[in-house]
């Protein structure tokens, strides 16, 4: 037995009572007769003291010889504390030190182990296990755990069934690239690992399974960008013999009972639902943060005409009044203006209008419009005296999204944007296709096996683009938590679906036939969802970064580099796999 | 909404309901004016019925075309049945059907969806999404579930965090073959997946995370055996300043629970402890099945010397005392002989000594020995009138091991292995290394992080074969249930052990520096285990083979014969890839 008590249970209750902690040491304080000493663990903090005189001298030496992170153990009498720190749960004693032996010694390590560290991002991640020693680290892997298992309690009790699917799969080219395994056993054939276990957890449909669910490695082998890994984690789940309300009443439920287990804040209300066409007409996006207001207003019917070619040869005239910002300096304005054009956002310019507090109004068009119709669009907008237009004119999809990333960066300049305000929403109705200008095909805007509305599917030999689909988006604060779909189950429908996205019937057999195949014996109507759960767990940790709730992320580059993967590997190991690593530059 | 209720939960208590329900018709009882329907879906069976005369004709015309496995909503009365079936839990009602809407047809199923099928392995395997259909199937992953979620909860409140680690990692030459993962950001470079999380949960370790587990995937390129598949799951566990005692006790504490939870079966003793030499010396396995005695009894001493070669010759001479099995035959015994001559078994022969009811002794060496001589051996087994001894004899490791096969065949012909009675067991104080007589060198016995026995370290310089490790098995029933070590936490130990393993300083910090760096900040005393999750369910079901329980397995040949993977990929991905397969003759 290593310690009789952690470093942070320790209260006034013990007060007598020896006590053996072991920990790593956050610091030593020598203030001459008296020396401290905090002791850190898992758990918490506790303050060990010796005093001069009546401290065994041989501890006292010892204990000024102690590093920070060196790992001991101490025993010694629990005692109150002269001056007690109540933000902490042990603020209340200390431990009169009887005995330490080091157990570990530490090298002084590349940066401090603070909830503010002076470490680098680079270092950090060379030394994660130093990293994953600090406070804020270790509360998001523990928010993260708590998160995992009060959502497998939650649909345990809701009658799903936790399914392991394999991770040894088969590849297929639809959708993102996959990491393949090549196979010894068959040289020149390779497995794939799962970029989701969709065609599994439908195969369990048909099985019968009824409701599955699983928290579940997935892997692309995309080019990564911050908030994407090569593996990264969701909560996937299938229901057969549901619509669609079904699916988004039990997943609502999911997440206020998460919500309220883990974060204590209640949602009486349901989730606001949005169409698809809604959320791009009013958002500029199909994830809109609605954590406030600053809808769309078109302006089409009322600019156009009046000599002012921006507006006259633009499909869309768009903007958003933003609150109070009226008073917005020349540079400011310029400076939303310079946003606006970033290549990345794609606007051709800005107009403004300021609604002065004294009623005046100013804008950037006044050669073209006088007061008397700026007031007008003062009245469309519903502006109040102090309000600034914003507004954007061109092409219609472009425009939207571009005063989509308007409105966020006025609402990131506004405050608007707190992290600890929650504001889910569900999108629905998608489009079923999207056209891929390059490739000069449809692709699949969910994935192949989402059904188009019933209603739509004569359109799909006629205007493919014109069909809905049953798939819907679980967004909160702007974040696009999960989605998913009701299925197709009929085999023909599957085989029509996949001759829309351009496969012959040879690849969509070859491809996917066990599950076309599948759905000849008694395949049931079923749907599910998918949540990202990295994500899922950092916007409950009020972050934007899910690298900070994975306890082994991989950098931009798709490596490991603490541990230095990945890696060669041996000549003979690829001999073994009938592989050739073809030279570099070749 | 499809349906009310599902096919498993209305009682007398719902009779007059008007219901709709679900599922899969499982047959259909056509006797003239009556036709019966079993209804299925994954929570039971229900029985519809339609009378000629009073239900609607078109309805009776729909039921009768229905085949096995159709998808069908079906909605009518609950009524009282006439003749009850107690057997289920619906069977005192069934639905008067009022409406039948055939949701999906299906074919004529490969094989019956039966508790018996009369399918075969290989058939059941391709479609294996009926073979789940099967009540004894689908209930083996349902005990899988339930085992996962019982032991999430009991290790979430002793204080673990489920943390996940990468699968992308790094490839190790020490141990089994890695399957590995091509990089394309770094062509020529490669992942590995983890043959298990060892080296990440240390680190978890070292980052002060003190008790982490995980139910995690492991994979092994193995060539397989009839319970081995490449990919398989863990329950992963380790603890910070703890001895081998804290983990023994956790871990029992673990089973105990799940025994409990899930069985219903209380252990109020601690399982038995029993070093490996013991294990060996009176079982002839690591892991023996103690649910029985027959332990083995050594005759060196009282044997040789009577001019019998193949006992003054052998290093050993040991046998069993097999319970009232003096009546065996010549044919019985002879196969017994010719069961301990297989290959895979090794014995060069069988000795026996019969000691009859009526206390007289009959032996197959009655040439060398008289009957006072053999009654010394009779009263060294304990034996009873009507017992029959079995002796084998050879070199020590051979002749122990072919003797604990032979244990277990006896107690299989003699029925002394009931799959419904546990035995649970650990077995400690295993050998640090073993010698490998083709690679001429030390192996670990469980990995080269498991650390020495502290008083054997020295052992470690001058005899290695000497020296024992702080490692622990759990054995139940004569399965290896999991394994487990205290492990190193020094730098210096560690660099030792893999000098002793044979690794050059330049390897093992090439490959496993991460690990020894981290040592060096402050490393706490820690030790883990790692549980056989597929073996612990099939333990808990009853049944010696993992591949059913479970969902989708891979045959011998590591392919999933459902999906057909392995399977080729294209030139471009390969390209991508920077490989080339070599051509197959090659």
Redo the contacts between chains.
Sequence with gaps: ???TH?CGELTLNSVGEYVTL?G?VQRVRDKGGLIWIDL????GITQLILEEGKSNQEIIDKAKKLGR???V?VSGNVIERASKNPKMTTGDIEIFVDTIEI?????L?PFTIEDQTDGGDELRMK????D??RTPV?NN??L??RI??ET??YL?KQNF???????????T?EGA?????????????????PQSPQ??KQ??M?????CYYQIV?C?R?E?LRADRQ??F?QIDCEM????QD?ILNTFEGLIKYLFKTVKQIEFAEIFPRMTFDDAMRFYGSDKPDIRFGMTFVELNDLVRGFGFKVFDEAELIVGINVHGCADYTRKQIDQLTEFVKKPQIGASGLIYVRYNIDETVKSSVDKFFNEEQLKKWVHLFNSKPGDLILILAGASLLTRKALGSLRLEMADRLGLRNPDVFAPLWVVDFPLLEWDEEEMRYFAMHHPFTSPKFNDIDLLDTDPSKVHANAYDLVINGVEIGGGSIRI??KLLQQKMFQVLGFTQEEAQNQFG?LMN????????HGGIALGFDRLVSLFGGSDSIRDF???P?NN????V?????????KK?LD???????Q?GK
Tied chains: 1, 2.
């Design positions: 037995m290593y310690r952690t072991c790593w850190r663990d898992r758990y992170e060196f790992v153990k157990v570990n010694q530490s090298k390590p030394y994660r296990y130093l994953l020693r270790k892997l523990m993260r755990h995992a298992i497998r309690n345990d069934i936790e399914v392991e699917t394999p991770v040894l799969m088969k590849s080219p690239r996959d990491f393949v395994v090549p196979s010894r056993m068959s040289p020149g054939e390779f497995y794939a690992l065609t599994f195969l369990l048909v099985a019968g399974f009824d490695k892997f082998d080019d090569p593996e984690t057969s013999f549901v619509d079904d189950f009929d066990f599948a759905f000849e014996y008694g395949a049931p109507p994975i306890a082994f991989k580059a798709g490596r490991d603490m541990i230095d993967a990945p890696s060669q590997i041996a190991q073994e796999l009938g592989l050739i690593v073809v570099k």
